[in-house]
DNA sequence: GATGCGTGGAA
DNA sequence: TTTCCAAGCAT
């Protein structure tokens, strides 16, 4: 070698380099999550099943690990198939994805899973174009399922690879409009060898070494490369555009029980806050403190007695019901609304947030009676 | 590009 | 307690 690399050589050098580092130490260090297969298997070439890998990548969309595990589990055990998902009844998925949250996704997941049976032979796109192409796949899922499950040199950007490499590149632009400038970082040094490994190494690196506040730069197998960790300000990035303050909801909530201990439930709008899931009658959830809250929003005339306030908070506003609790006689349910008999009250497709307003008003009435209700 | 969309765990 | 934010997507 005669003279310093040239540029594009030098990157290359240190694709390999930073790749191999982070590769060397996922092999050592990663997370064993039941949806993925271990390292010494893909560097054997295996690959692990698209459903699982796509299944998994739907639930995990804003949501914790810990959360997921035993959702993905259930849906495994219940759908191990996409045939078998998209054969499924919408209510049941719906009912199986209940207090996991963006309950658009469960829609988008069934949507999906019929397309991949009927239009693709049930078989999943292998490339990021395809995957996109499908109802609920965005950037992130597309790049990730490729790269995991078909060996796509694809550049997977999640929350985590964000932090990473806006650390690794001190990247000083603020997100969300930093977002491109981190797909080509990240672009540039996905290597050609265990592209689906490199991606969930650089999330696991986020996950545990790199977080949000404190991270373990000591332990970083990246600490060399790492320009924030070279000028000590890895706390500073990435950097962040300030966010509104949460506006918060009044309103009333009805829990009528019939003198078998039936609920009145009702089916909320396909679409818009918790679309398609299910709830007691409620008013309108005002801005204001406008008398929304009390007993007259009653979708009937009812005893009502009042019996606590449940708050709840959403992604853009908190929530606070007044919850009320009526015996009353027996009578046809309103159009569009049902009798829920109390052993089906566990399973019924309830939001976290309604599930507190049935237990303020019947404690113990949405846990199931028996261990697992087979 | 901004906004709507859940929930629960951690600091 | 409050704030942050976690393997984002659709519009």
Redesign the pocket.
Known sequence: MTQALAADEEDDWQRETLADALLAWYDRHH?H?P??LPPQATRQGHRPDPYRVWL??IM????????VKPYYERFLERWPTVEALARADLQEVMKAWA??????RAR?LKKCAEEVAHRHGGVFPDTEAGLKAL????????A?VAAIAFGRRAAVV???VE?VVTRLRAIETPL??AKPQVRKAVAALVPAERPGDFA?AM??L??TICT???PSCILCPLQAFCAARGAAAQERFPV??S??AKPSRRGAAFVAVRADGAVLLRRRPES????GMSEVPTSGWSAGSDGEDGPSAAPFPAPWEPCGTVT?????FTLALSVYRARVADMPAPAGSWWCAPGLLAGEAL???MKKVVEAAIPGATKARRPTGT
């Open positions: 997370r999550l949806w993925r998994s990548e995990l969309q804003q949501t914790t690990v810990g959360a207090g996991l949250g963006y309950y658009s988008n109802p609920g796949i965005g950037d992130y899922t597309a990730a999640d929350g985590n932090r969300p409009a969930q999330m696991d986020g996950a949000p506040r404190r962040k555009a966010k509104a818009g806050l918790l679309g709840h908070t959403f992604t853009h939001p976290t947030v």
